[in-house]
């Protein structure tokens, strides 16, 4: 961190930020949620509230949280889905990163 602002740019910093990647994270479960309703998976409603809740942005998710759970399944993606249910909450929870398989979700945006 302490040469962080002498040799990257603030783009660049802020393009691969703890944040940056939840948000990449959750734009992925908003996209999988809304793809798997057109398809007749889950229900329109419970992608409504998943979109939702993902469209609330990645500033309510801790990414030093995340990553320290994530230490213990060595993937940022079980405890941000954990959290994400909690959030979605009620019968809508169940169906987050429904169908989501690795490695194709795991490299979020990648050429799965």
Do not use: K
């Amino acid at each position: 961190m302490l040469f962080d602002a002498l040799f990257v740019p603030d783009p660049v910093r802020e393009a691969v930020s703890g944040r940056a990647w939840i948000q990449a994270m959750l734009d992925a479960e908003r996209a999988l949620a809304t793809a798997e309703a057109r398809a007749g998976v889950i229900p329109p409603g419970a992608a409504e509230q998943i979109a939702a809740a993902c469209g609330a942005g990645a500033e309510r998710f801790d990414p030093e949280e995340i990553g320290a759970a994530g230490r213990l399944v060595a993937n940022p993606a079980e405890p941000l889905v954990r959290a994400l249910r909690d959030a979605v909450g009620g019968g809508a929870a169940q169906y987050v990163h429904l169908g989501g398989h690795e490695p194709g979700c795991r490299r979020y945006g990648g050429d799965a």
